[in-house]
């Protein structure tokens, strides 16, 4: 038997700081980095601190999944195959950092988009790798 038949397809993130666990209870969530020395706090993997200077190694830590959008755009024209219009955004977490996302779950209007409307993160799986494998994406919708 081929190898390829031997091994289940993978969940696989978008953008390295899409962190998917092994266990399936556990809710993906975006990965951030939190300097040692002042408490600064970026998304992804850091190798420096922008605020201190500080090249110790960061603290992995879990950015929350609740945010305000700080800023959004309503995109008419883009890439042949994107459908038009979207929303994108800006999209500040409680501990401060941003995140450039879509925003999805209401209509593409400027009416319905307000700066600082509490805002929540979920994911999706939006295409299928060439192997098979499910991609998965982060979003962001109005809060309940
Ligand atoms: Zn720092």
Excluded: W
């Excluded at 609740?66 to 755009?73: C, D, I, P």
């Excluded at 890439?79 to 977490?93: K, N, S």
């Amino acid at each position: 038997m081929a190898e390829a038949e031997t091994q289940g397809k993978q969940v696989k993130p978008i953008l390295p700081f899409l962190h998917i666990s092994d266990n399936p209870d556990e809710k993906p969530y975006l990965a951030g980095s939190k300097c040692k020395s002042c408490g600064a706090t970026y998304l992804g993997a850091r190798m420096a601190c922008s605020k201190c200077f500080s090249t110790e190694p960061m603290e992995d830590v879990k950015l929350s999944d609740k945010g305000e959008l700080h800023v959004f755009s309503i995109v008419h024209q883009s890439a042949p195959g994107i459908p038009t219009p979207y929303v994108a955004a800006i999209v500040d977490l409680p501990e401060g950092v941003s995140v450039r996302c879509n925003i999805e779950g209401v209509e593409p209007d400027p009416k319905n988009l307000k700066f600082g409307m509490p805002v929540e993160m979920y994911t999706e799986i939006v295409h299928t790798d060439r192997d098979g494998n499910d991609i998965m994406a982060f979003k962001f919708r109005p809060a309940k």
